[in-house]
């Protein structure tokens, strides 16, 4: 088990010639992370991709909540096309139900047990509480701001009930939006836990897109953690499909399954068309000829060669399978 604390920095947070409400300048709010941390604690980002990135899912038991926050490589200079060879967390995502985070000196405790995908649990402790805990961090630290331990630290249990449910705000979202592509970029080259961590970013945000509700039936079954919606890929995973937003669909479980079979495609109008050969189910009949509901942001419209991959090799071949 690892351990990271980082306390945070006025001009990581925005605030510019020192501390005070009325001089920040919307220019954060993100963590710095040295090159030694993002190599022992955080997922491996490619050099060989421009910026590449992956959303974090933070938990902070404190609220109960998890956030997906961008964790990004910025790595131009290794491109030789800037100047910019640094790992950064953006906490946009999580200043809405962490005011905590935008105040500097307090420290953050990330703790990261390697599951699949890890877990990364984050706690804050308060500068202005002065507690013994704030002061013992506070002298660990010394004079950076960072620290990075191996030990027998804890993971709390995980967050569970409704909050698990994630709320990907429009920051998060549009840095899942950036660079999106149907067909993975050799992906196989990519480390388990980043692979984890994209295909989770690929089911929050298809969700997210298509307001947790299939976007064919409109019908929502919820329960606490439970839900009867999916996030399914229109290329498959194991066809070099992407974990992009433009390469998905939210859809029920039913209809899910119907799909990645062949049952039924979705033509380039965005209308549902069922096979002639997939005979008088009552299901497809009624979904048959309908037109799918389109996700909150244009941007993430399904794909026409996502689509047409699934016109050419799905529902073309259904008969002969």
């Not at 070099?240 to 859809?251: F, H, T, V």
Request: net charge neutral; proline share 6%; aromatic share 8%.
């Amino acid at each position: 088990m690892k351990r990271y604390l980082h306390r945070l920095y006025a001009h990581e947070l925005g605030y510019r010639g020192g501390y005070s409400a009325d001089r920040r300048k919307g220019a954060g709010s993100y963590i710095y992370v040295p090159k030694e941390v993002a190599a022992e604690f955080f997922p491996p980002l490619r050099a060989d991709r421009l910026n590449d990135s992956v959303m974090l899912p933070l938990e902070f038991p404190a609220s109960g909540r998890i956030s997906l926050v961008r964790y990004v490589y910025h790595n131009d200079s290794r491109l030789a096309i800037g100047t910019r060879d640094e790992y950064r967390i953006y906490l946009a995502t999580a200043l809405a139900h962490e005011p905590s985070l935008e105040s500097p000196g307090n420290i953050l405790e990330f703790l990261c047990e390697g599951s699949a995908p890890p877990r990364y649990v984050v706690r804050v402790v308060d500068e202005q509480r002065n507690s013994a805990e704030w002061r013992r961090l506070s002298e660990r630290l010394g004079r950076s701001n960072h620290a990075l331990e191996h030990g027998g630290f804890r993971m709390p249990p995980p967050v569970t009930g409704r909050a698990v449910d994630v709320h990907v705000t429009d920051d998060a979202m549009n840095g899942i939006l950036q660079n999106q592509t149907v067909f993975a970029d050799d992906d196989a080259r990519e480390e388990g836990a980043t692979r984890a961590l994209r295909e989770r970013e690929f089911r929050e945000s298809v969700l997210a897109l298509y307001s947790r509700s299939c976007c064919i039936t409109d019908v929502t079954v919820s329960h606490g953690e439970l839900l009867n919606v999916e996030a399914a890929h229109i290329v498959p995973l194991s066809m070099r499909g992407s974990n992009c937003p433009i390469n998905g669909l939210a859809l029920c479980r039913d209809a899910h399954w119907a799909f990645d079979k062949g049952f039924f495609t979705i033509t380039e109008h965005l209308v549902v068309q069922v096979h002639p050969a997939a005979g008088d189910a009552s299901f497809l009949q009624r979904i048959a000829g309908r037109q799918i509901r389109r996700p909150i942001d244009q941007r993430a419209l399904p794909h026409p060669d996502a689509l047409e991959w699934h016109r050419s090799k799905v529902f073309r071949l259904f008969d002969a399978a």
